[in-house]
């Protein structure tokens, strides 16, 4: 744009030139005698120099005027032969010798008829002004601008270029001795000849008299009419485009910042096209020019104007770009004095010009040109969206270079410039190319999050209305983005990014997953890179969003979110347990309910350093909110089924490889390992609000599953030994679990198509010595504890209770420290007596399906282990509060095997001391309701037993008072005998045993 106002005027300059050749000529031609015919006789005399010269010196200016103003023919037929005779130095020499003599006869002669003269003797005057001294013709210019304004409409501007185009020296010369003011004068009034003038000169030479005249054309300027000047450039544009290459561009840049004013105000009255045909000619002296020029002037006359507004769509972009690449300095510092308004003006009515010109322009030098964030903030308020959008969904390589390039501040300016302008974004995201934008985003990471940051909440409803009307748009943005520089932009504004998301619909979230889904590394890299208050709080003003944004995410979303919380991790960030803690978890199970499959997909590939932060943030949420209303118990009570199944397959998925073997490093034990007490309390909460959960998350679990959680919780309970508040998970939870919770875990166990396994692997792996405390601290202080087992065992069969005694039988210790605890260690034992009472009282059909599999002599070495132990024993306390009928019935559906291994290895005496303690009631009730024949089997001695059955060497002491034998009739005390039972048979009434039976 400075390049065209500097080729304007040039051209100006170079028509005042010409006019002052005109004068010369017409000087030359006022030293002549009036008309006669002897005008080719006085010709030949004037070849005598000393003659002419003396001639002139002696005569009155006045009276060689008038009589040259009376016959202009003869003049004209004179200055012919003078040509033809060869005088026209002498000529020259007699008017340098006498300049006082043409400055005084000026103002005598008739403009019309000089005009004449000159018109139809063009060679002439041609000649005559290389002969000429320039400051004598600039002399009587410069005192004589009233004529000279009256001359020039008379001119023939072709014969007039013609010399001037053939003296440009002399013509140069004449200029720098000029008055401007005068030649302002003369310009302003004969606007049409320099018109007619400029379109013959020679671009050369006009170039040569700018280049040489530099000060004497700024000081034109200042006397010039703007719209005259404007005309005669718009008129001439051809003689504009090509004399600018001969044009000195620290001439025209000197020239242009000396007259802000009047460029200005001329750049209203330009033709557009003809200044654009200008730039667009003259790539070189654009280039050289610009670089040249005061940005303050330049400033001054786009704020000032229009025409630039209008003159860029005409504009090849090839030469602006080069011609502000080789200005960086000078654009720069003309953006600060630019008036926003008038740039987004030429902006909005220039975009082809604009568009096409990226292509061609450096990004750093861009880059530069932006980085003026007080200018940038302004413009952006008042750009046309649609048109700068067609701009940079044209031109993405420019773009994607370009934001390398920025400074972060240029990201406060943008910000500050679109927060101003809320629509902007509107109709900006409508008619972006996504793809382009991502990429540039990408390329620019302290940009984005500068922006971001200093964008108000007031701008969130706007980004969202415009993302509403092109849905398209962020699905695609997202497939290109480059997540790690978004995360940390939206990180540092949290107002703007929670006003945003609570304005976006559902039905602009469906295409933004779409778009995720095909670049599921964004998310993994976005969430590595997140603040997680500033995302809770977004997602807990709209739950519809993220129901939709879940129902839309596959598993390699999920997959990838894992990914990302684990650099998340491995960054040495905390957004997890941040996050979690500031959620709103009915909000999340809302979400979660809508997509299971991303559920499961985000589970099976969660990394076990990512369960650890998870299990951070769920431990910090439940501590700092009150019972209710913390992230688990809300979160578990509005699950529903379908997405408990979702979470077991998620979770069995984790536990194993690619090959389907159980992978010890996994999120169920690392996030069991590190869940605290209280969260365990709040699981409980939640689990008993929304019983159903368990019972869907347990009929789909794995038995990999089973292994991990029994790893995750041994290592649970070997952390609570020394820290039992912050680890004591297990205890809390099961503490708080209520009999709906237990049948309904009873009934997933039943579900579960992979029982056995499942259990076993559970039992199996759990830590005895680790887990059995505080599994029995657990159910014992359970304030609903035997009504939760009571609940739980009822609704488990028979076969589920083969499968817990096997799992028992294999992992014997786990029994004998639920039952007696670590006798060594002084630690006591974990079940209490009421507990195990309860248990057995009111759970016949699974407790006979589980005792009849169990290992009797296991069970036996446990009471008795127990038993050693100070103070009162398990059987002792035990006893009394069981039903004799119903220990009887126990006994007689657990089968003869176990309970010959249990009775066969209790130690007597502790089960003596128990039915001593429960009195003859519990006895009665026992011996009346036990199998006669299991007692009867017990007794007997078998192959198996060498020493007698089950109840071994029976001896049963007794006292006769008197006995009567066969042989004497009189009584004999007898004193004590003991009697040995060898045999046991049944005998049911009336029939009696034989005296040798």
Request: proline share 7%; aromatic share 4%.
């Amino acid at each position: 744009m400075f390049l065209l106002k500097r080729p304007l005027q040039l051209v100006i300059n170079l028509a005042v030139v010409l006019l002052v050749v005109g004068f010369i000529a017409t000087g030359a031609a006022m030293v002549l005698p009036a008309r006669s015919p002897v005008g080719p006789l006085l010709g030949k005399f004037a070849s005598d120099t000393d003659l002419l010269s003396n001639m002139l010196k002696s005569t009155e200016p006045k009276a060689v005027a008038q009589a040259f103003n009376e016959n202009p023919g003869f003049v004209s037929e004179l200055l012919s032969t003078m040509e033809s005779e060869g005088t026209i130095p002498v000529i020259a020499q007699a008017i340098n010798e006498n300049p006082q003599f043409l400055t005084a006869a000026a103002p005598y002669f008739d403009p019309e008829v000089i005009a004449g003269v000159v018109n139809e003797s063009a060679d002439m005057v041609i000649e005559l002004a290389a002969e000429l001294d320039p400051g004598v013709i600039a002399q009587a210019v410069n005192q004589n601008g009233t004529f000279l304004t009256q001359l020039l409409p008379y001119l023939d501007p072709v014969a007039l270029t013609s010399g001037v185009n053939k003296n440009a020296p002399f013509v140069s010369a004449v200029v720098s001795k000029l008055d401007p003011q005068v030649v302002a004068g003369v310009v302003n009034q004969n606007g049409p000849f320099l018109t007619g003038l400029l379109a013959n000169l020679d671009p050369a030479v006009t170039g040569e008299l700018l280049n040489n005249n530099g000060v004497f054309i700024s000081a034109l300027l200042q006397g010039l009419s703007p719209s005259v000047v404007a005309q005669v450039i718009n008129e001439n544009g051809a003689m504009l485009v090509t004399s600018l290459d001969f044009i000195d561009p620290v001439v025209i840049a000197s020239v242009i910042n000396d007259n802000p004013a009047f460029l200005a105000s001329v750049m209203g009255y330009l033709d557009p096209t003809v200044l654009a045909g200008a730039l667009n000619a003259n790539v070189a002296t654009t280039r050289r020019i610009a670089s040249q020029i005061s940005p303050s002037f330049v400033a001054d006359i786009i704020n000032k104007s229009n025409m630039l507004t209008a003159s860029a769509p005409f504009m090849q972009p090839v030469p602006v770009a080069r011609a502000l690449m080789t200005a960086t300095g000078f654009v720069n510092n003309l953006i600060a004095l630019l008036d926003p308004n008038v740039v987004a003006d030429l902006v909005n009515s220039s975009i082809n010009l604009v568009r096409e010109s990226s292509n061609f322009i450096d990004p750093g030098f861009v880059a530069g040109l932006i980085s003026n964030r007080s200018m940038l903030s302004r413009i952006i308020g008042l750009l046309d969206v649609n048109a700068l959008a067609t701009v940079i969904n044209r031109n993405p390589q420019m773009t994607e270079q370009l934001l390398p390039l920025l400074d972060p501040s240029v990201g406060a300016g943008a910000g500050a410039g679109i927060s101003g302008n809320p629509a902007l974004m509107v109709e900006a995201l409508k008619a972006l190319n996504p793809q382009i934008l991502a990429n540039a985003l990408n390329a620019h990471p302290e940009i984005s999050e500068q922006l971001s940051r200093l964008m108000p909440a007031s701008l969130g409803p706007s980004i969202a209305s415009g993302i509403s009307a092109n849905p398209e748009f962020l699905g695609e943005l997202l497939k290109n983005l480059d997540p790690g520089p978004i995360a940390q932009a939206l990180s540092t504004h949290t107002a703007f990014i929670e006003s945003l998301i609570a304005q976006l619909p559902a039905s602009v979230v469906v295409p933004m997953i779409q778009g995720s889904n095909r670049n599921p590394a964004f998310l993994a890299s976005i969430l590595a890179n997140l603040n997680p208050s500033t995302i809770a709080a977004a997602l807990n003003q709209n739950p519809d969003f993220l129901k939709t944004l879940l129902s839309n995410l596959n598993g390699t979303m999920g997959a990838a979110m894992s990914a990302g919380m684990y650099d998340n991790f491995l960054a040495g960030r905390d957004f997890l347990p941040g996050l979690i803690g500031s959620l709103n978890p009915a909000v999340i199970a809302y979400a979660l309910n809508q997509n299971g499959p991303f559920l499961t997909g985000l589970l099976a590939a969660t990394d076990p350093a990512v369960a650890e932060k998870l299990a951070q943030g769920i431990n910090d949420n439940v501590s700092s909110h009150p019972g209710g209303t913390d992230m688990l118990t809300v979160l578990i009570t509005n699950i529903s089924p379908a997405t408990a199944r979702a979470l077991a397959l998620g979770i069995s998925a984790n536990v194993t490889d690619a090959s389907g073997n159980f992978k010890a490093d996994n999120l169920l034990t690392a996030l069991l390992a590190n869940t605290s007490g209280p969260a365990g309390a709040a699981i409980a909460s939640g689990l008993n609000n929304n019983a159903d959960f368990i019972r869907q998350l347990i009929a789909n679990i794995d038995p990999n599953v089973a292994i991990a959680a029994a790893n995750g919780i041994n290592l649970s309970c070997q952390r609570a030994q020394s820290d039992p508040a912050q680890y004591g998970f297990l205890r809390n939870m099961l503490a708080g679990i209520g009999p709906a919770v237990a049948e309904a875990s009873s009934r997933g166990l039943g579900e579960n198509p992979k029982l056995e396994a499942l259990i076993g692997a559970l039992i199996n792996n759990l830590n005895a010595a680790s887990v059995a405390p505080f599994l029995a601290q657990a159910i014992n202080s359970n304030s609903g504890g035997q009504a939760m087992i009571t609940a739980l065992l009822a609704q488990l069969d028979t076969t589920t209770a083969q499968t817990i005694a096997a799992a028992l039988n294999a992992n014997p210790d786990m029994t004998s420290w639920l039952l007696a605890g670590d006798p060594a260690s002084g630690q006591p034992g974990g079940l209490q007596p009421a507990v195990v009472a309860g248990l057995l009282n009111n759970n016949g059909p699974f407790l006979s399906g589980l005792i009849s599999n169990l290992d009797g002599a296991a069970i036996a070495r446990a009471v008795n282990t127990e038993d050693a132990l100070p103070g009162s024993s398990l059987i002792e306390e035990l006893v009394p509060l069981m039903s004799g009928a119903t220990t009887a019935q126990l006994l007689n559906d657990a089968g003869y095997e176990f309970t010959v291994d249990l009775i066969g290895n209790l130690d007597g005496a502790a089960v003596a001391q128990g039915m001593n303690n429960a009195g003859p009631a519990f006895l009665s009730d026992l011996l009346l309701y036990l199998d006669p024949v299991q007692v009867m089997n017990m007794i007997n001695a078998e192959a198996a037993f060498p020493n007698g059955g089950a109840i071994k060497q029976l001896v049963m002491r007794q006292w006769l008072y008197r006995f009567t034998a066969s042989l004497l009739p009189i009584p004999i005390p007898a004193g004590p005998a003991r009697l040995k039972f060898t045999k046991a048979a049944i005998y049911d009434p009336p029939t009696q045993p034989g005296p040798y039976d």
